[in-house]
Nanobody, 115 residues
Framework: QVLLVESGGGSVQPGGSLRLSCVAS????????MGWYRQAPGKQRELVAR???????NYGDSVRGRFTVSRDSAKNTVYLQMNSLKPEDTAVYYC?????????WGQGTQVTVSS
């Protein structure tokens, strides 16, 4: 079993920045990819960013160029640096971990961007 715990969410004004963290604990091995998804009210959950074991990254179209995903393998932690935040970024952000046998999800952290 793997537990993913997010932190770093909060409220920020448009144009501001936040950094989210996700710590994985438990049987953490055979990681295929880790990253972030988000879900706003009335919307489907969508990809924000992923980082693969190889180091390659994927980004959702709406965040590319503004967000950066990174990792600290020694700490089993993945980060999401969010810059130039927009009101449209308001959502619950979920940490995601893809392992060889199953996918794990964190409980989510709220990000609110408003003036």
């Amino acid at each position: 079993q793997v537990l993913l715990v997010e932190s770093g969410g909060g409220s920020v004004q448009p144009g501001g920045s936040l950094r989210l963290s996700c710590v994985a604990s438990g049987s953490v091995f055979n990681i295929y990819a880790m990253g972030w998804y988000r879900q706003a009210p009335g919307k489907q959950r969508e990809l924000v960013a992923r980082i693969f074991s190889s180091g390659y990254t994927n980004y959702g179209d709406s965040v590319r160029g503004r967000f950066t995903v990174s990792r600290d393998s020694a700490k089993n932690t993945v980060y999401l640096q969010m810059n130039s935040l927009k009101p449209e970024d308001t959502a619950v952000y979920y940490c995601n971990g893809d392992f060889t046998t199953k996918t794990y999800w964190g409980q989510g952290t709220q990000v609110t961007v408003s003036s």
